[in-house]
């Protein structure tokens, strides 16, 4: 009987990790005066993490997690739980290099080795790994990651392990990566995965602020980053039906403006393309996402006809 409950109880967890060479130099160098948000290492940054996964892992033996890198220009698995893997294979296979120990016992060495060549790729193509990390792919990922492990559960009768992904970024909002991130988090608030956040940055995201408030998430922009493992221990690591018995910090307010696409600036009210529902601050006569001209049709009707009648 207990193992039944603890089948029940069993949850599945995405780390996605923004992964890039300038991250942590951007962090350290954040223009933010006091101590709370001095020294947060890769060292220490890592350390705390991977506590906090093998916290997470010894709760429940069942438990499973996959950790995803996300870098500007693809993002990558860094490990993932052998049943896990298992069941995903032919996705991770169509789609990406697998982890080189991808039956490795000790998650923590699987992570590290996995994220350093990661990091020593991009800095041997310094100008392909330059640019925000990609949120939307790593989302998008562990969607099909989840997604994955569903239909193998389904498939082999057994009930599929509470999905949930938490998302540790240290750079601001990307917005031109708007839809691509807006598309992924509908895709999870539609399929059920709760998205919990946890900004790094001395900035909120307003991505991942929808994010968590979209799927029942929870966002958080740590005051002291230094501590970071002492929120990911208390907020992060009771699954999503424990919490309701927890005392968590309430949000205190969800930023839910868009961001123009020219200047990505938070507005209340703009320019929406109605090809690619691209938003702007001010009129454009042509969309710089998609290129639809809007310059004829925001003429004079009077003039429009002078000018077909030139052409002709
Ligand atoms: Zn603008
Ligand atoms: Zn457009």
Known sequence: MAQDSDAEDRSLLVVL??????????????????????HLTIHGFLQQVLVFINTYLSLNDANQVAVIAATST??????????????SSSLLGATTK??????????????????????????????????????????????????????????????????RMLCLQGSPDATQHYIAVMNAIFAAQRSEV???????????????????????????????????????????????????????????????RASCFCHRRAIDVGYICSVCLSIFCESVSECTTCGTDFSKGRMPAAKRKAGNSLDA
């Open 194 to 256: 709760v998205v919990d956040a946890c900004m790094l940055a001395s900035t909120d995201s307003t991505f991942l602020q929808q994010a968590a408030h979209l799927t029942g998430g929870i966002y958080m922009r740590p005051k002291q980053r230094s501590a970071l493992l002492q929120y990911l221990l208390t907020i992060y690591c009771p699954d999503s039906s424990s919490r309701s018995h927890l005392q968590l910090p309430q949000p205190l307010g969800v930023d839910f």
């Open 17 to 38: 990790l923004e992964a890039h060479q300038g991250l942590w130099s951007q962090l350290n160098g954040d223009n933010v005066s006091g101590e709370e948000h001095r």
């Open 98 to 163: 697998q982890p080189a120990a991808e039956t490795s016992s000790n998650p923590s060495q699987e992570i590290l080795a996995n994220l350093a060549d990661l990091l020593r790729i991009q800095k041997e193509h310094p100008g392909v790994a330059a640019g925000p990390a990609l949120l939307s792919g790593g989302l998008s990922r562990g969607l099909c990651l989840i997604n994955k492990a569903r239909v193998s559960a389904r498939a082999g009768g057994k009930r599929s392990a509470r999905p």
């Open 74 to 87: 693809s993002s990558a698995l860094l490990h993932a739980s052998s049943s896990l893997l298992h069941a």
